[in-house]
Every structure is written in structure tokens, then in C-alpha cells.
């Protein structure tokens, strides 16, 4: 059976909305002995599993189960009964049919591949952030051959290197795995390779099949440019689960990055759906993860951030530790005054300056004006993008989403503001006369 974790997208797949059918006690009791059975005979403990099949076929006296009169019903309760043994244990039903239980049988590998397509394998989100931060957004794990290249090279491969090349000038790297629902540990190994300069063991997995374990590295055969000293932050949340817990833990335990926000869900066991008659489906864990580090893994517990905040607080404490770091190493001869006033404004967000009477600084200067709106202030140029003003200090402010620029306001002697500097990071500025009282 392959290696790979509960992934967000393939039980997307799987989970249709179905019309219920009814459900005899002897049909539902037949269903738990053979769920039972499938446990038994492949969840990757093998003395843990005995106790859990032993529990699944007690269920046929669990009153919250009696009540059960459909398949969808009861596959949502078996999970949730399954849960707390091991994270991964999920369990579906749909409607079956003529076509599907061929489909099972042969798997449509054109429309699998044409779904991972629509969905990018995964890939949500690449941007270069204000401060020269580079950072990915995804929400799955895409599997992949690692052995194939050239002209062989899997579209996954491809659209995540096409991502990793997109950052490869940015002086630090976020990962934002806080919607990311797992995977296969293929992409991890590809993801990873470019932030270590030489061949790194990143995971083992245990395997019930043939008592075997498999060892994952990074990839030798990845061309793209190697960014092994670049800060690397990763962001989690209680979303996060399983492959995308595996990249947090496995940059965390080598000590590569920071991971930032809060504790992640907690399944470590990779496996897959194993078919369960009628419709059901039952994802079993047939392996465990075994970290070279630490020699255990995050089952049950998740990994824990390096610096713990609310998941929705975590892109901006991300940003202001990675411009932190890009300021702490600066290279000689290069101007960092972007990065300084990226930082300054990030932190000005989270932590304001003493509140200042907004109104005296609206008004017109020469072609250019400054309207205060809904408690904001806002600079205006004829058709381009309104700029919302950030308080910075008395008379400063930096611009929302170009922090690169400064609004530095001037006072005449009896403290009328008549003046506006606009001064960019690359050392330009423009000077605006005020042209109404």
C-alpha cells in the first residue's frame, strides 16, 4: 500500500452528497464486524488493532449507534467513535452505483489528473511580500513520482519548482500551512530540498506491510537554486494536519525555521482508504511516522509553535520575524531602508502610536489630496489606487500595502499642517504644498 497521509483534497473527492438509504440493525451490525475486520487485519499495530476492532463490533450495543437508520449517518458517527484511537481514522459512505464500483476497480487516472489541474496541485497562493519576503499559501500535499525529470517531470513537480523559483530571490521564505489538510511525504521532500545544502533524512515511516520502514530525504535530483542560510518561517493552526504537520515537525526538529501560531491537529499515522462494501470507505493508518531527531512523532499531541499566537495573528507576527532576521545579517554594500520601514509599519499595525486628530491633515496639495474617511485618512492621485495612510508618529505615516513609501507631514509656526513629503525607500521624494485652508 503507498505511503501517504489523509489528504484534504482527496476526501473532497470522495464525500458527495447522496440521498440516504435505509439501514436494517442486521445490515449496520454486518457493517461494524466488517469495519472491524479491516482494522484488524491492516491498522499498523497490530495489538492496538485488535483492541479497536474489539471496540468497533461492541458499538452494535452503543445506543447512539442503534438509533442509526442510514449509511451517511452512521459513517459520520464511526469516525467520530474512531477518532481519539488514532487521528487519521475517517470514515465515508456515498450512494453506490454500477459506474462507481467500476471506478473503484480501475481508478479514472485522466480525471484525477484533471481535478489536481483545476485545483493546481494544491497551489493556492505565491507572492513577493513588502521587505523582499517571499511566501507560498497551499492547501494539500500533491503526490508525485520523485524519480521522474526532464521531460518526464510530473505537472505537480513542476507547478510546485515553477513556485519555489518565484521566491528564489527573497531574502526569507513563509510557508503558510494554516488551511493545508495534508498529503503526500513526496512533495514535503521536494519543498525542502531547496533549504538544505546537502542531502538530509527527514522522516521515516514504519510500515504493518511487509514490517518494513521507508526512509524519506530530501531530493538529490532537485536542480533549482539551493537557499540553505534563508530564513524559513512556517505558519499552523489547528487546521493543520498530517503531511503538512510532517513539514512543520520535520523543519522544526532539523532546526531549519520558526514555526508560528498555534498547536497543529495532531495525525501522524499515514495510510489510506481501504473499501468497505456498500458504499463505505474507511481511511485506516497502516503506518507511523518515526522522526530521526526525536524518534517519535506528533500523534495524538500535534506540533507546538515556536512562538505560540492566535492562528489569525500569525502572518503578521511571520512578517515582522522575518524582517527582523533579513536586518539582523545585512550583506555589504545594499540598502535595507525598505526593509526598516516594513518592519516599523508592521509593528506600528500591531502596536499603534498614541492616537492624533486626524482632520487636520485632509485637504488638497497642489494635484494631490488627502481625504479623511470613515476614520481614516487616504491619499488620493487622480485614477491611481487610493493609499490608506498608517499612523506612524506625530505627523508620519507610512502607506497600507506600500510600506516603502512615507507620508511625512510639515507644521508652519502656528502648527497649521501646510506641507506633504511623499519620500520612497530608494531615497526619492516629492514635495505637495498645501492649496486650501
Not at 196 to 221: H, I
Request: contains cysteine; neutral net charge.
Amino acid at each position: 500500500m503507498k505511503t501517504r497521509f489523509l489528504c484534504a483534497s482527496a476526501l473532497s473527492v470522495m464525500v458527495l452528497i447522496a440521498p440516504a438509504l435505509a439501514l436494517t440493525a442486521q445490515q449496520r451490525d454486518a457493517k461494524l464486524d466488517h469495519i472491524a475486520d479491516l482494522i484488524r487485519d491492516h491498522y499498523v499495530y497490530k495489538d492496538k488493532a485488535l483492541k479497536i476492532a474489539d471496540s468497533v463490533r461492541a458499538l452494535k450495543a452503543d445506543p447512539s449507534i442503534i438509533a442509526i437508520t442510514d449509511e451517511g449517518q452512521l459513517a459520520t458517527l464511526l469516525s467520530e467513535k474512531l477518532t481519539p484511537y488514532d487521528r487519521h481514522f475517517h470514515v465515508t459512505w456515498r450512494a453506490p452505483s454500477p459506474s462507481q464500483q467500476q471506478a473503484a476497480a480501475a481508478p479514472d487516472l485522466a480525471a484525477e489528473e484533471a481535478f489536481m489541474r483545476q485545483v493546481n496541485y494544491g497551489f493556492d497562493e505565491v507572492k513577493r511580500l513588502p521587505g523582499n519576503i517571499g511566501y507560498l499559501r497551499f492547501s494539500f500535499f500533491a503526490d508525485f513520482d520523485t524519480a521522474l525529470t526532464g521531460k518526464k517531470t510530473p505537472e505537480a513537480r513542476k507547478t510546485a519548482e515553477a513556485a519555489l523559483a518565484f521566491m528564489a530571490n527573497c531574502d526569507a521564505v513563509i510557508f503558510d500551512l494554516r488551511q493545508n489538510g495534508g498529503g503526500s511525504p513526496a512533495m514535503i521532500d521536494l519543498l525542502l530540498s531547496p533549504f538544505f545544502k546537502d542531502k538530509v533524512l527527514l522522516n521515516r515511516f514504519y510500515q504493518r506491510e511487509g514490517d518494513r520502514t521507508e526512509e524519506f530525504y530530501t531530493l538529490t535530483n532537485y536542480t533549482g537554486p539551493k537557499r540553505s542560510d534563508v530564513p524559513l518561517f512556517v505558519l499552523i493552526s489547528g487546521r493543520t494536519a498530517s503531511a503538512a504537520e510532517e513539514f512543520a515537525y520535520d523543519v522544526q526538529t532539523q532546526k531549519r525555521g520558526t514555526l508560528i501560531g498555534d498547536v497543529t491537529y495532531g495525525g501522524a499515522n499515514p495510510g489510506d482508504f481501504v473499501d468497505a462494501g456498500d458504499g463505505f470507505a474507511i481511511f485506516i493508518s497502516t503506518g507511523a511516522a518515526i522522526n530521526p531527531i526525536t524518534g517519535t512523532n506528533w500523534e495524538a499531541v500535534g506540533v507546538k509553535p515556536d512562538i505560540a499566537v492566535p492562528q489569525d495573528q500569525a502572518m503578521s507576527r511571520a512578517n515582522i520575524e522575518a524582517l527582523k532576521a533579513i536586518l539582523a545579517k545585512p550583506a555589504a554594500g545594499r540598502d535595507y531602508t525598505a526593509q526598516r520601514w516594513a518592519l516599523e509599519q508592521e509593528e506600528a499595525l500591531l502596536h499603534p502610536p498614541k492616537p492624533q486628530a486626524l482632520e487636520p491633515f485632509a485637504g488638497q496639495y497642489m494635484a494631490r489630496s488627502v481625504e479623511l474617511k470613515d476614520g481614516a485618512l487616504y491619499f488620493v492621485r487622480d485614477r491611481a489606487p487610493q493609499v490608506k495612510l498608517v499612523p506612524l508618529g506625530p505627523d508620519l505615516f507610512g502607506g497600507e500595502g506600500v510600506p516603502d513609501r512615507r507620508f511625512q507631514f510639515a507644521r508652519d509656526a502656528q502648527g497649521k499642517v501646510e506641507r506633504l513629503t511623499v519620500r520612497d525607500a530608494s531615497g526619492g521624494s516629492t514635495v505637495f504644498t498645501r492649496t486650501t485652508p
